[in-house]
């Protein structure tokens, strides 16, 4: 079966600090990767998505990056953090191919808290 | 207006009863229709998903679209505490060459025992 884990589950960051959350899915080979960002009474924002190595789409300019250096591997980061970026946020992956209908198993978050 | 409306509650209702959560929408092309469960802390997980309008079964939820009135509805029979919890609308549609997925802000469902 397919699991998907996200690390950490909670982080507290002064401003202007840098950022790594990483996810890792295992039980598949080429998901598509996602970072989305929750906030609260708000819907899920997506942020990067990945369909292979190497391979970002950004759908908000942003302080943050991401990269994918290994198939199921998704790796989100900021150079230096802002207030703004605090937030739950969640990897999430999906089957190849048939992405518009494709499930989303998400990991279960880390809450970031820049102060 | 945001293309998916979904009330944010608190939703109290008590244990037994019949749940109904819904979203309105305004994109006549959205196709998918997803429900998502979230437990506080954790990640959202799939509950239903439909492509039609109709009716979709699965236990106690029953969820509903209704593409003419762009109105999409979960329905929980005989809720249980262990039901309470954030429940998010998802719809996608095609955007460009790829499919874009809108989610509603989620609604937040208390059962008392």
């Known amino acids: 079966s397919q699991t998907i884990h996200q690390w950490p589950a909670t982080l507290v960051q002064p401003v202007g600090s840098p950022l790594s959350l990483e996810c890792t899915v295992e039980g598949t080979s080429n998901p598509n990767l996602y970072w989305y960002r929750q906030a609260a009474g708000r819907g899920l924002q997506l942020l990067f998505y990945?369909?292979?190595?190497?391979?970002i789409s950004s759908e908000v300019p942003q302080n943050l990056s991401a990269s994918r250096p290994q198939d199921r591997q998704f790796i989100l980061s900021s150079k230096k953090l802002l207030l703004s970026d605090s937030g739950f946020y969640l990897c999430?992956?999906?089957?190849?191919?048939?992405?518009?209908?494709?499930?989303?198993?998400f990991g279960n978050g880390t809450r970031l808290t820049v102060t | 207006q945001k293309e998916v409306e979904q009330d944010p509650g608190p939703l109290s209702v008590p244990e037994g009863a019949i749940v109904s959560l819904n979203c309105t929408y305004s994109?006549?092309?959205?196709?998918?229709f997803m429900w998502y469960r979230q437990y506080s802390r954790k990640g959202p997980e799939l509950l239903m998903y439909t492509y039609s309008s109709g009716n979709k079964e699965d236990g106690r939820f029953t969820a509903q679209v209704d593409k003419s009135s762009k109105y999409i509805s979960l329905f929980i029979r005989d809720s249980q505490p262990s039901d309470s919890a954030t429940y998010l609308c998802a719809m996608s549609a095609q955007r460009d060459s790829n499919y874009q997925l809108i989610w509603g802000a989620g609604t937040k469902l208390i059962i008392k025992p």
């Open positions: 994109n006549s092309a959205f196709q998918y």
């Open positions: 999430a992956w999906n089957r190849q191919g048939i992405s518009y209908n494709s499930p989303l198993h």
């Open positions: 990945s369909v292979g190595i190497g391979q």
